[in-house]
């Protein structure tokens, strides 16, 4: 059993930048897939970010490409999500996500097996 715990979220101002924490444990998330999500109050769940066991692979979605990077540290189990030109509409509740498969950056928030409780990021002025 894997389990992930974000950290890192808080209270920004507008073009602000906040590093959000996905810690791994029960497991070596080397063989995981992780991804970041996030959902806004009355909004469906959307993919931020993933990437893949090794690193090598990572998508990002339209929103947030060029504003956040997602990486992983082996060593500390752990994922990052860098997110820098914070905006209004990035507040939301942002979780990560593990499913285990190699070589892959999973995308679709239905194939994601163990999720984190959640951070909130409110950016506001």
């Known amino acids: 059993q894997l389990q992930l715990v974000e950290s890192g979220g808080g209270l920004v101002q507008p073009g602000g930048s906040l590093r959000l924490s996905c810690a791994a444990s029960g497991h070596s998330s080397d063989y995981y897939s992780i991804g970041w999500f996030r959902q806004a109050p009355g909004k469906e769940r959307e993919g931020v970010s993933c990437i893949s066991s090794s690193g090598r692979t990572t998508i990002y979605a339209d929103s947030v490409k060029g504003r956040f990077t997602i990486s992983r540290d082996t060593a500390k189990n752990t994922v990052f999500l860098q997110m820098n030109s914070l905006k209004p509409e990035d507040t939301a509740v942002y979780y990560c996500?593990?499913?285990?498969?190699?070589?892959?950056?999973?995308?679709?928030?239905?194939?994601?097996?163990?999720w984190g409780q959640g951070t909130q990021v409110t950016v506001s002025s």
């Open positions: 996500a593990a499913v285990r498969v190699k070589g892959m950056c999973v995308s679709e928030k239905g194939q994601y097996v163990y």
